[in-house]
């Protein structure tokens, strides 16, 4: 499971999330649609640490609530394992969400900056400023319980992730 797209749906469109987003930053965080502008809104929080705790009280508890639902519904399947991707876990104090245990896909700082330039288009202060909002990518390796290092070849990664993957799921 994915809790960036899980954000992405609590502040859909009629959403309860996307109304207390808009009453809290004002009708301008929307597109001509009605949907949430996530680049104009990221630029507000990202530059002001107030605004973004603001808008993390609004949208985390909504994220962890449905995350929880999706989890429990996947458990109900009795996969052999359940993988839940949440960028800000430790960040939000949800470690303790997974008693079994967190993985950490872990890349140094500098390749961090610049993955978030590529991917989201951003320049470099800005992808500083986004890095900066987070935990330090030492203190969440510290924090870990499985760590896989994903600064080399995508078949490098993936051959980590096997080599996990038999190992968590026995």
């Known amino acids: 499971m994915d809790a960036d797209r899980v954000a992405r749906e609590v502040v859909e469109p009629g959403s309860p999330g996307l109304a207390a987003v808009v009453a809290a930053f004002g009708e301008e965080v929307l597109t001509?649609?009605?949907r949430l502008d996530r680049g104009r809104l990221g630029a507000s929080v990202f530059a002001d640490a107030q605004r973004r705790r603001r808008l993390e009280a609004i949208t985390h508890p909504l994220i962890?609530?449905?995350?929880?639902?999706?989890?429990?519904?996947?458990?109900?399947?009795?996969?052999?394992?359940v993988a839940v991707d949440v960028p800000l876990l430790f960040e939000v104090d949800g470690a303790g969400d997974y008693p079994d245990g967190v993985l950490l896909v872990y890349a140094d700082a500098q390749t961090q900056v610049r993955r978030l330039e590529a991917r989201?288009?951003?320049?470099?202060?800005?992808?500083?400023?986004r890095l900066a909002a987070q935990l330090p990518i030492d203190t969440k390796l510290a924090r870990a319980t499985w760590v896989i290092d994903n600064r080399g070849t995508p078949a490098e990664t993936a051959a980590a992730v096997e080599r996990w993957w038999r190992d968590a799921a026995g």
């Open 32 to 34: 001509s649609d009605g």
């Open 64 to 81: 962890r609530a449905r995350t929880a639902e999706l989890v429990a519904e996947a458990l109900a399947r009795h996969p052999p394992l």
């Open 120 to 129: 989201d288009r951003l320049d470099r202060a800005a992808a500083e400023q």
